[in-house]
């Protein structure tokens, strides 16, 4: 068996806009060597990393940046809802529940299928139907806070009971 040594990714180097230095192409190599006493003799092996242009291209947009720091503040919000819809039950903590866990739920799987849907027309077809999905929880989560007796005092009669 054996034992390479570890690679140390560059991607979180490049994703901060930091360019290595003396980085030329999009395919790093990165010599490895193999211990003696797994080999007659020791050799060098050659490591190939993919370091994709999108990673490392500073394009200077704060769109993503700004986007991340949106996805935090909606995830304190919905930590600082749950005391607030406990204490304080109402239409619009109910409404704003509504709307937080919404889009919550739209980033996290949509980061999901970022990561593990490849290929146009399956991107396409996954966005809609993630857009459809969001849609519909947001309706009926808005239909539930109208018609019924809303998303805070549900939660109180489930754990009342």
């Known amino acids: 068996m054996i034992i390479m040594a570890a690679i140390v990714r560059l991607s979180s180097v490049c994703r901060r806009g930091v360019k290595p230095l003396f980085y030329q192409g999009s395919l790093l190599a990165r010599p490895l060597v193999v211990p003696q ?33 949106a996805e935090r503040a909606v995830s304190i919000l919905l930590l600082a809802m749950g005391p607030m819809a406990y204490f304080n039950p109402c239409p619009a903590i109910d409404y704003s529940l509504a709307a937080a866990l919404t889009l919550h739920g739209h980033w996290g799987i949509g980061q999901v299928l970022t990561d593990y849907v490849h290929g146009d027309t399956k991107v396409k077809l996954a966005n809609a139907g993630l857009f459809v999905l969001s849609t519909v929880t947001f309706a009926g989560l808005c239909y539930f806070n109208y018609n019924d007796v809303g998303i805070c005092k549900a939660i109180a009669l489930l754990w009342s009971k």
């Open 37 to 69: 006493k797994y080999q007659e003799q020791p050799y060098l092996l050659t490591a190939r990393i993919h370091a994709s242009q999108a990673l490392n291209a500073g394009s200077g947009s704060k769109a993503a940046s700004l986007h991340w720091t």
